[in-house]
């Protein structure tokens, strides 16, 4: 079964320079190996497409439920040279709230 | 940090544990009511405010070229003067990077403020004047991003400091100051920096220090770790109005427990601090504080009442052999001016509006390293891959230049009003005029060897 990101998990994004971080956190622990399976680097980078010039590494918090995203060359230059409303990826993680994901066993 | 001896802590721990550490302010900006509150409305031993981000210090550098008498986050000695009544009765502790690149300066305006308050500072993060020694000995001082040298913007330096750690907070605590001032302490270190003093953990506790990095990285941010800026249920947080601030009630092993005074709105749960604990992370196994590594992944959570998360089993190892250095630099000029489009096709009103000045801008020969513009209203903040709404109400086109030639920035910022006479029908929002030119004050993250940076205390009072 597909579901958005959003019905099994919360995000909070934020900056290093022109580096967006997406934090995703599974609702119920339970999700956490769905999160694992199914939101891979590669269909992040690929979700937000051109949004996102360099490379998306993931890192894995089993212990809080939860992946950690960089999305590289993301923020327009970052700071305060980036001409962008969101200039600090702020909203990245809503985005990303609306990644379909299958949620089978 | 070369310190003689490296941790005096001459008294003995003065606590019976716990120990309540609270954070007022998450960024220079914060709201000013929160840290008198935090002092007013429950008990706490130590109130840590965090001023800085990455390129107020350049903020502040420029200030100072400006007037010597400034270079510091001028909130703080009011405040002060406004709580030095209730700090001293209650015989709180005030830690704060408010210091800026004038420690010296904001230690004077709180004893003019509040003259019964006895100052301690902590010297010595400021390398602005070091960067020709640091590159003659070699330190190339490489941008961390990109791996460039610092060579290639060496002349438009506007400020450098050292990220420093909490042990010379520790040191200043160890005078006796009320208020504890640094310049660019690093801001989970403000937290740290009372356990280790208190406490009495050493240089290679490594994972107290870790523990104590965390607490401070969950408080930093102020109210996000409280339900400010959370996801989780949010319509139904109560009385953000009210938000209470953190505190962490610290335990001599390392153990903490996050909550916030009773009787104030928001909430403190596992799932805000796991959001908290995810903000501008970067590898978890791999925290870098000045004093220790933490690792994110041995993080232990519990929500042990109502507001209420028990935080332990934090694990860290030795602290880098390099300082983090924040440098920034002058990086060109930009603009950003705005026009709103009502219904009908409000988009392609706004598209056309874009495409006039683009044209003119060509038109007039100015060259810029980026012109950038987005649709509010339809899409700016997610880009492609947000959801369409046809014909929408109404859209803001927001276009946006940077350069590193002055006059063709200012030029841009007069070529948007007159699309209200002479580009698509019923533009309006333009009431605020002309937009600012703005310098763009850039950050080049980079490292240099510990022992460069030599700390030193002084007492004011």
Known sequence: MKVPLAKIAHTRSGDKGDTCNIGVIAYDARHYPVLVRELTAERVKAFFG?????????????????????LHEALGGGGTVSLRIDAQGKTFGAALLRLEIDISE | MIHQPPNPNPQPPRFAAPLRIANGQGFWGDWLEAPVRLVEQGPIDYLTLDYLAEVTMS????????????????????????????????????????????????????????????????????????????????????????????????????????????FPLAEALATGAHVVLAGRAADPALALAPMIHEFGWSETDWDKLAAGSVAGHIIECGTQTTGGNCQVDWQNIPDLANIGYPIVEAEPGGTFIVTKHPGTGGRVHSDVVKEQLLYELGDPQNFIAPDCIADFTTIHLEDIGPDRVRVSGVRGRERPADLKLSISYANGWKAIGTMVYSWPQALEKAQVADRIVRARLASLGLGFEEIYTEFLGSSACHGPVAHTCPDPPEVQVRIGVRGYDHKAVVRFTRELIPLVLSGPPGAT?????????????????????????????????
Do not use: H
Not at chain 2, 88 to 109: F, K, M, S, T
Not at chain 2, 139 to 158: F, H, P, Q, W
Not at chain 2, 444 to 449: M, N, R, V, Y
């Open chain 1, 50 to 70: 051109d949004r996102v010039k360099g490379k998306v590494e993931r890192f894995e918090l089993p212990n809080l439920s939860a992946l950690n995203f960089l």
């Open chain 2, 429 to 461: 929002g333009y009431g605020e005029g002309r937009p600012p030119v703005r310098e763009i004050v850039a950050y080049w993250p980079a490292l240099i060897p510990r022992e460069e940076i030599r700390t030193s205390i002084e007492v004011l009072g």
């Open chain 2, 59 to 166: 903020i502040l550098q420029k200030q100072r070229q400006a007037d010597p008498s400034l270079g510091y986050a001028r909130d703080f000695p009011p405040l002060i003067g406004r709580i030095a009544k209730t700090v001293l009765d209650r015989n709180v502790r005030v830690i704060a990077n408010a210091g800026g690149v004038n420690p010296v300066a904001c230690a004077e305006a709180v004893r003019k403020a509040a003259p019964g308050i006895k100052v301690a500072m902590v010297l010595g993060d400021d390398v602005f004047s070091r960067i020709d020694e640091f590159l003659a000995k070699g330190y190339c001082m490489a941008n961390l991003d990109s791996g460039e040298s610092v060579t290639k913007i060496r002349n438009r330096i506007l400020s450098a400091n050292a990220y420093s750690g909490a």
